[in-house]
């Protein structure tokens, strides 16, 4: 990011710091089938929000996964109610597209008359009255910690725990290519605030379910690899998916698995919905091959080296054009 983008970003926290001044209720939302960045997000600036004695709702249209409850707090984000909120403002973060929200969150926050919308991904149209985007940062928890500092906003264990959770989720663990030195900053101030990183770490990345070992097993029954090495894929069934009884976050991360196959660029991960639809996460570790302009081709969207799709089935007919497409763009990158 150039001078002119951080004096811009500098900007916006500003307007969104007279937001927070000049309105008492807020929502705070987050995308379906949320992951730690997702509900870190959330946790981090609802609690600091609620630190202010503002009224503060966190809602998310699938609640906490079970692999997130450990988070101090997490029992106040709920599934959105019946009715909506008498709130002021509206805020959405690391959600891309607004429908993401869910159409129980949207009905619940549509009173508001303000809205909010801080995002890391670089496909975010900007949806909301006060936009926060940068595309820049390897997660909205990112983008938050720097907006809570510069507000000098309260700066409670919860906002700590889950800031962490939200960044180390999001870079796997700080490995991706996306992290900066920033984060590792950041990181160390969270540490001098007095984060247990080794509890918090164990929590997140060492406490699995059996049925995710089930997972794995039956997923690698049906991975493939192109001729060439570089595309790998597999795939989720619904059937499977009833017969182990998963939850949704019990597939979270495992496409990194392949990701991490020696030659292989991009790992795609093809998983049956319930309704028919297809959901289609695509991970790249080169960047010469832009998953999300891939993505974009099939109404997704994400980073360059994270991205996703949700669209009609049938699965067959979904992997025969995703991976056309990813044919393509492998093929011009060569």
Not at 44 to 58: E, R
Not at 146 to 173: H, N, Q
Not at 200 to 217: F, G, K, Q, V, W
Not at 274 to 280: A, F, H, P, Q, S
Request: proline letters at 4%; charged letters at 25%.
């Amino acid at each position: 990011m150039n001078d002119f983008d951080k004096e811009i970003l500098r900007g916006k926290f500003v307007e969104v710091g007279d937001a927070i001044s000049r309105h008492e209720s807020f929502v705070i939302m987050s995308h379906v089938r949320p992951d730690g960045d997702a509900i870190g997000s959330q946790l981090a600036l609802g609690f600091s929000l609620l630190a202010m004695g503002k009224t503060v709702y966190l809602i998310n249209e699938d609640g906490v996964p079970e692999s997130l409850e450990f988070l101090k707090g997490s029992e106040k984000v709920t599934r959105p109610p019946g009715e909506p909120f008498d709130v002021e403002v509206a805020i959405a973060l690391d959600t891309a597209a607004k429908p993401r929200l869910g159409e129980g969150a949207l009905h619940a926050s549509g009173r508001a008359k303000l809205w909010i919308n801080i995002d890391h991904h670089l496909s975010n149209p900007g949806y909301g009255d006060l936009n926060v985007i940068d595309a820049t940062s390897p997660a909205t928890g990112q983008i938050l910690y720097e907006l809570i500092m510069a507000l000098d906003l309260p700066f409670l264990e919860e906002t700590r725990d889950a800031i962490y959770v939200a960044v180390s989720t999001d870079t796997g663990s700080f490995q991706y290519g996306s992290t900066t030195a920033k984060t590792y900053e950041m990181a160390a101030d969270l540490v001098r605030r007095g984060l247990e990183v080794g509890r918090i770490n164990a929590e997140t990345y060492d406490s699995h379910p059996y049925r995710r070992l089930e997972l794995m097993c039956a997923l690698l029954n049906t991975l493939e690899i192109s001729k060439n090495g570089m595309l790998a894929h597999w795939e989720l069934r619904d059937e499977t998916r009833v017969r182990l009884k998963l939850m949704p976050d019990d597939s979270e991360g495992l496409i990194d698995l392949i990701r991490g196959v020696r030659g292989v660029l991009v790992a795609v991960f093809f998983e049956e919905l319930e309704g028919g639809k297809i959901r289609v996460s695509m991970r790249s570790k080169d960047k010469g091959v832009n998953v999300c302009e891939v993505a974009q081709q099939f109404g997704g969207g994400g980073h360059a080296l994270a991205a996703g799709i949700r669209t009609a089935g049938p699965i067959e007919a979904v992997k025969v054009k995703v991976l056309a497409a990813l044919d393509e763009a492998l093929a011009v990158r060569v």
